[in-house]
């Protein structure tokens, strides 16, 4: 196990030595101008939604002198092959003004395939951080690197998996899997731990008006390790719920109530146009709506990444347990429901459009060894443990206060039914649809990237006649807590884990223990996935560490795990 303080590395760096980053040179941090000396540009710069010959480039440029100035601003962008901008390959000059929250995005095209480019922002004398980014390879390829990573909640502790990314070397791109922004107010989710951290949200309340999301992206960008993990990396970005609002789907919101809170679709056009104007992503396509965030990405002959889009285009709305509990007593019951009300055909999470799209992708992509498909929330097949002779009152008590459906969850979970219901397990006919389109189109290799629970993962993915399809890894998230660490269920979440784990024959491994990312490096005859872990959020010091590694090869053409290295003797024997 290789681990490293933060706070070395950064004493190193200072001081030009190279002691705490020669056994590990991945973790020298790239050298991007603090904002603080950029007041101009305080919320950094970013880049993303790569192209072979085209980028993304990002920043905002604001002082508090503008607010009282509203005249329209060009900002000058440059695109160079060098640090130091001898040798300028690109540039222009977009708009900004207080009609787009001063954000400035510009698409940076002509560049070569495969490169690694810097990029800054400048109007007058004010001039931006320098930011580094890298366009798609095309022809043959080696090999290609990523970090995967979800949940980034404010409030739940400081940003250290975005710096540890940071100080990576050698990324083709970050692949953030969405809830890149909390929507609860001060007093909701996360808000004990935001004051105790001195970390609480701005604005205080829970996000409705375009004004409230665009205070919150500046809230998230003005962190320090959001704004040079940005710097450092180009970041293909989708959506998960907190964009928007919890559990979000077409046509509401769990956390969307219209009698106090208004119109849904005013309230998700004010949420899409704030992620649209802060965020490194493209402008929709002529004849796409905002919602239609999913793209594909071409990495030369070795593999295409397919970016889902499964909350706001077609989601139909989830099942509530406490609105059916009451017909769930008995494994007759449970095997109905399961028939009449899951399997429904019409429920509905990706829609024909996007299916259609899909397809196309991955017909297309057939002769690459690899297909990466980044989706939010949990593809396989997990069905709750029986957990009445393991959580009583106290347990069940606490687990409601952060999730109205406990109750309802721990009575019904004896009757083995799937653990969540706002993953793809409440919509199990999508799941075959989604899947059936997989093998319809040829080719393997599909590796399923998830986000949305906090917890790591490494699932087998098989079709309800038990065909194996590909595989699942799951990333545990930046700062918001897992269902599964040790202190859940008064003091049972890790038994918890291994119950899932044992009563479950696609899950391979779980934990809820410690933040982190996930290293994917794609070869053409293998994929090794490292779950980097880090020990805090509490503080901006921490110690980083591989958790857990996996092998995944092909056989017969699909994605299997192969190997296994870092789990514990019931994790091992389980996987």
Known sequence: MTAITRRTALQTAMLGGAAACSSAPELTPFDALPSQTAPYFRHGVASGDPGPDSVVIWTRFFNEALSSDLRARRVKWEVASDRDFTAVVASGESPTGADRDWTVKALADGLDPGRSYFYRFSLGTERSPVGRTR?????????????????????FGHFNVYDQVARRDGLDAVIHLGDYIYEYGQDGYG????????????????????????????????????????????????????????????????????????????????????????????????????????????????????????RLMARSQQINLNDVRAGLKTPEDAARFRETVLMDETRELLGSEQLDFFDRTLRQSSDQPWRLIANQVIIAEVIAPDLSPHVDEAGIEELQKLWTQARAFVETSRLGLPTNLDAWDGYPAARERFYETLRRAGGGGVIVLTGDTHTWWANDLRARDGA???????????????????????????????????????????????????DLYVRRDRVDA??????????????????????????????????????????????
């Open 530 to 575: 490292r779950f980097m872990a880090i020990d805090s959020v509490e503080t901006p010091d921490y110690n980083s560490f591989e958790k857990a590694a996996f092998t995944i090869t092909q056989k017969d053409g699909r994605a299997q795990f192969s190997d296994a290295d870092g789990l514990s003797f019931r994790e091992g024997w389980l996987f």
């Open 135 to 155: 366009t798609l390879p095309k022809g043959s390829l080696a090999e290609a690197r990523f970090a995967i990573l979800s949940c980034t909640n404010y409030p």
């Open 468 to 518: 194996h399809v590909g595989v699942e890894l799951g990333a545990h998230s930046v700062t918001s807590p897992s269902p599964y660490r040790k202190e859940f269920l008064a003091g049972k979440g890790a038994e918890y884990a291994l119950l899932t784990n044992k009563g479950n024959k696609a899950v391979r491994y779980i934990s809820g223990e410690h933040h982190g990312y996930i």
């Open 191 to 310: 808000g004990e731990s935001g004051a105790r951290l001195g970390r609480p949200h701005d604005p205080p309340h829970e996000l409705i008006t375009l004004a409230d999301y665009r205070r919150r992206h500046a809230q998230y960008k003005s962190d320090p390790a959001s704004q040079t993990m940005h710097a450092a990396h180009p970041v293909i970005a989708l959506w998960d719920d907190h964009e928007t609002a919890d559990n979000s789907w077409a046509g509401g919101a769990n956390n969307h109530d219209p009698k106090t809170e208004g119109d849904w679709a005013e309230r998700k056009r004010a949420a899409l146009q704030a992620y649209y104007e802060w965020m490194p992503v493209r402008e929709p396509e002529p004849g796409r709506t905002r919602e239609a965030l999913f793209r594909a990405y071409s990495f030369g002959d070795l593999l295409t990444l397919a970016t889902l889009e499964t």
